[in-house]
């Protein structure tokens, strides 16, 4: 960077800011304003802010209002959990109150007055957390997992150990992060064992299922998570493509015969889970072919129909028999025929009605129908036009199949956005891809018909409101917005249901039309009967189907073996592992595609759209694994088989080790800073170890310590606020902001000065950040009374708009200084001086640009963007600087830039002295100079360098008066 002590001419926007800087420091005189123009412009002022202030000081009432509805909807002072938040927002409230109050605020601030009263009477009748602290210490020597357990659930501490996020997420029990080890390190067969210890349905669920594993994939925090679905289908399709299908061998050693009622999802993981603990199991399937909505409701192009036979071959030759075309109209019967439990996972595989009129005309469509006669080969006309509503993958496969049996026009209508479509994302991309429309916001009023055959829909278009019980945005219908689509067919897709005449007389079921089962044990009100599916959960995904049949099959087992099964279930608690993006050491990148047929050519077959991931794409894929959880379940994280046993005092002292750190840090987060002494007191921890721990802690950069006389000192580790927290902090402090502006804009109105505009123009720039900030509080992730922030935006610019003009036009009455008076007064605190007069502070037109040689790519894009031309980058390679750049700022680099720098380096045998001057620019090199008297601080360059880290370039705010002074005197002389 270079400045001249030469005086320079300015540019026109820099001299106009130094000639406010003489006056400021009372070193200009200003031409006098007649007091009647003072007036006058004070006058006006006044009549053009009255009916804008109105409006923008009513504006926090109605907001409020809204805020508080929303508030005691959710209950949101009861999620506060830390009583220093509620003081806070109690303080600032009882300071609001104190000026001026409304309804909403003074109930907005019992409710946190009573949350915190209640709470600190807790506290007094017992101390939770030093219980906690005790119970969990007591458990480290003898039961270190349990104690692990406790300090996760009672005191919020995250650790590598445990049950992987994507495990505990699987309905089905997939022990996900172990079969993505393996098949990283290409160990396909063990990993597909490892998947078939599960369930049968590698290929299957690799294909349809929702994926909720992918959701808690802690890769996912990083940028994106592991394709954990298309890894199961890869493993089945690679056994396919081999050839060498696993054939399992039978070790049916049981007596007790069980009955199995449907042959879908539900009941073959039942089946086939009882059958691998030794039971003959007998499947009575009602349809002439199995698979039940897997292959009547799931098209082939989705799920080719081989690959579901060959998995359900696989439970079959476990020894499980499949009788088909057998309805079974009273299960318990089963129970006097030789079997000694039955599992009825019959689905739930009727659809539900739109019930509008016109719904009973020809043409019309109910979708588990539609896919049923597709998937059966059935001839079905829809015309050329078709509707679709819903937003489920019902919906999607409608809509896709329509396409491919000579609809040339389908729309998707559906009440709620996108974002809130229930079906897989990767199916709705499918059908965008495939030219199907999506009419989102828009729900049904009326089937048109003439004749009895159906001509049109009647919509009316929708907007999102207020937040429902669910959480997401209820739909509202738009007054006077309907619409109507011309369509020669519609299919409905809003949901699946039991129909009565399917109701099974000797099972007792809900209001809501589901088998009642006991929520632990799967058992109806028929002992020895037990059900699972959606026949009991209402319409739900096939993998938690799946995972239903298999905690019924735990729960028959414990009812032949004759032990309870009933309340007495249990579930041990689970410690579910996991690890801060930030340390696990992964470079962003995105993960795989899936390869799919071209839109043009899928639309016209039913050839399987997606086409699988080969071993390459896999084995990278299954790279991507972060490894969240150290334990791996009994597998390494490189894929290696452990042995419990030999392991266990090594595991022990981790387990151990990992809750006396996690107590540590769970004591400082409660109580704040602490020597090892005072830990040690506080948790039972020896000293000694209480210092290992800190030093490990420290190398592992989890907590900030500096050296002390007694050991190590822990300063407090900040807990993440939730958002309840954030929330109630923000606005809290925003009322007590608004409350006083509000208070000083009508004092300052009632009687407004030449010298209280700048004071008026600070009150309305209040309002304006305020609701800059409230447009982002969110209760449960919405954002409250948008309507009312957004229409008192432009009332509010036009407020300060208009002070800030005013303002300019009237003269300054600062005192007259010297610039001795001014040595050492920098131009910042000047500008504080200016703030309290004008209304802001424009710190930004002064200060001096510094250049980080090191981060520079040479790129001229700050020379580009200047708009003073007071920056330039010259043909100077300053050589002797790169030999000072460190390892680190080097490794920050793009990878071309960092070689050129190592390279030089290395071939040099003597440290240069000279830099190179290079005759003409050579793009890329060179050294970045500033001319100081042409630039106005805007932070443009600074803005646009795209530079590592922090980028190359920085305003630091340097000038004093006095140099401006010297400056601009010698410069004007």
Not at 260 to 266: E, T
Not at 503 to 524: K, V
Request: net charge negative; proline share 5%; glycine share 6%.
């Amino acid at each position: 960077m270079s400045g001249s002590d030469t005086p320079k001419e300015l540019s026109p926007k820099r001299q106009r800011m130094m000639d406010m800087i003489l006056s400021l420091g009372g070193l200009k005189e200003e031409q006098a304003i007649p007091s009647s123009k003072v007036n006058e412009a004070i006058d006006n002022l006044g009549k053009e802010l009255s009916p804008l202030v109105d409006e923008i000081v009513a504006f926090p009432d109605s907001y409020f209002t809204k805020f508080l509805s929303a508030a005691k909807k959710v209950d949101i002072a009861s999620e506060i959990k830390n009583n220093a938040v509620l003081k806070d927002a109690i303080t600032n409230l009882e300071e609001t109150v104190a000026i001026s109050t409304t309804d909403a605020l003074q109930d907005l601030l019992k409710s946190l007055t009573d949350t915190l009263e209640a709470s600190e009477a807790a506290e007094d009748e017992k101390d939770a957390f030093t219980e906690s602290l005790q119970e969990i210490t007591s458990k480290i020597d003898t039961d270190p997992e349990a104690a692990l357990y406790l300090l996760q659930q009672n005191l919020n501490i995250t650790t590598r150990y445990g049950q992987p996020p994507c495990h505990v997420e699987c309905p089905a029990g997939v022990r996900t992060q172990r079969f993505v080890n393996l098949t990283r390190d290409r160990r396909f067969d063990e990993a597909l064992r490892l998947m078939r210890d599960t369930y049968p349905f590698a290929g299957t669920l690799g294909r349809v299922c929702n994926a909720p594993c992918e959701s808690k994939c802690q890769r996912g925090v990083i940028d994106q998570p592991v394709s954990i679905r298309n890894l199961h289908r890869f493993l089945a399709d690679n056994e396919r493509a081999s050839g060498k299908i696993e054939t399992p061998t039978p070790v049916i050693d049981k007596e007790e015969k069980i009955a199995v009622v449907g042959a879908g999802p539900a009941g073959i993981g039942c089946a086939y889970d009882l059958a691998r603990m030794g039971y003959p199991v007998t499947i009575f399937e009602s349809k002439p072919k199995n698979g039940g909505l897997l292959r009547y409701g799931i098209p082939s192009y989705r799920l080719p129909r081989d690959v579901l036979e060959e998995e359900i071959f696989y439970v079959q030759q476990l020894g499980v028999e499949i009788l088909n075309n057998q309805h079974i109209t009273n299960p318990s019967e089963l129970l006097t025929k030789g079997f000694s439990a039955v599992f009825v996972g019959t689905g739930a595989s009727s659809s539900r009605k739109l019930r509008i009129e016109g719904e009973d005309a020809k043409g019309v469509f109910h979708s588990l129908e539609f896919l049923d006669d597709i998937n059966m080969d059935k001839k079905v006309k829809i015309g050329k036009r078709v509707a679709v509503i819903g937003g489920g993958n019902a919906a999607i496969d409608s809509a896709r199949i329509s396409l491919r049996i000579g609809a040339s026009e389908v729309s998707i209508v559906y009440r709620r956005s996108r974002e809130e479509m229930p079906a897989i994302e990767t199916e709705i991309e499918d059908a965008e891809h495939e030219g199907i429309s999506l009419k989102i916001l828009s729900s049904p009023v009326k089937i048109l018909e003439d004749g009895g055959k159906i001509t049109g829909l009647r919509c009316i278009k929708m907007e999102l409101g207020e937040p429902d019980e669910s959480g997401r945005r209820r739909p509202v219908p738009i007054p006077d917005s309907e619409f109507d689509i011309e369509v020669d067919s519609i299919v409905v897709a809003i949901g699946q249901g039991i129909d009565a005449d399917d109701y099974f007389s000797d099972l007792e079921y809900t209001e809501w039309g589901l088998i009642q089962t006991n929520p632990l044990s799967h058992q109806t009100s028929v002992q020895g009967v037990f059900a699972g599916g959606d026949a009991v959960s209402g319409p739900a995904t096939v993998v938690k189907a799946v995972g239903a049949g298999k905690k019924a099959a735990v729960s028959i087992n414990q009812y032949l073996r004759g032990e309870t099964i009933s309340q007495e279930i249990t579930t041990s608690g689970t410690i579910i592992a996991t690890v801060e993006a930030d340390k696990a050491q992964a470079q962003e990148e995105q993960r795989a595609t899936m390869p799919v047929l071209e839109p043009e050519t899928r639309a016209t077959t039913f050839d399987e759209v997606e086409l699988g991931f080969n071993d390459a794409i896999s084995t990278t894929e299954a790279g991507r694994c972060i490894n969240c959880s150290i334990s791996n379940m009994d597998v390494t994280v490189y894929g290696g088989r452990i042995d419990p046993e030999a392991n266990k005092p090594l595991v022990k002292k981790f387990l151990q080790d990992e809750v006396e750190r996690g107590t540590i840090l769970a004591v400082v987060r409660e109580k704040g800073a602490l020597t090892s002494k005072d830990l040690t007191e506080k948790t039972g921890i020896p000293q000694d170890k209480v210092f290992l721990h800190l030093v490990q802690m420290k190398r592992n950069e989890d907590l900030v310590t500096v050296g002390e006389e007694h050991g190590y000192i822990l300063y407090d580790v900040l807990r993440t606020p939730i958002e309840a927290e954030v929330t109630v902090q923000i606005v809290s402090n925003i009322a007590r902001q608004l409350t006083t502006a509000r208070k000083e804009i009508e004092t300052l109105l009632s009687d407004l000065k030449a010298e209280d505009i700048g004071k008026l123009a600070v009150s309305l720039e209040t309002f304006s950040r305020s609701r800059d900030k409230l447009t982002k509080v969110s209760i449960h992730g919405s954002i409250i009374a948008e309507t009312i922030l957004n229409e008192v935006e432009e009332k509010i610019q036009s407020a300060v708009l208009l002070t800030y003009r005013t303002r300019a036009k009237l003269p300054s009455t600062r005192q007259k200084v010297t610039v001795a008076d001014l040595a050492d007064v920098d131009v910042p605190s000047v500008l504080e001086e200016y703030k309290s007069q004008m209304g802001y502070a424009p710190l930004l037109g002064f200060g001096t640009i510094e250049w980080t040689h090191s981060r520079c790519l040479g790129c001229k894009l700050c020379e580009l963007e200047c708009p003073e031309n007071a920056i330039k980058l010259t043909p100077v390679l300053r050589i002797p600087e790169m030999f000072e750049f460190s390892d680190e700022a080097i490794a920050e680099l793009p990878t071309n830039r960092s070689l050129f720098y190592t390279t030089v380096k290395s071939l040099a045998t003597t440290k240069p002295t000279d830099n190179i001057v290079f005759e003409k620019e050579s793009p890329g090199f060179g050294s970045v100079e500033v001319d100081l008297w042409l630039c106005v601080a805007c932070r443009t360059c600074v803005r646009r360098c795209p530079a590592p880290a922090d980028g190359a370039l920085v305003l630091d705010l340097k000038w004093s008066l006095p140099e401006v002074v010297r400056q601009i005197t010698s410069s004007q002389t």
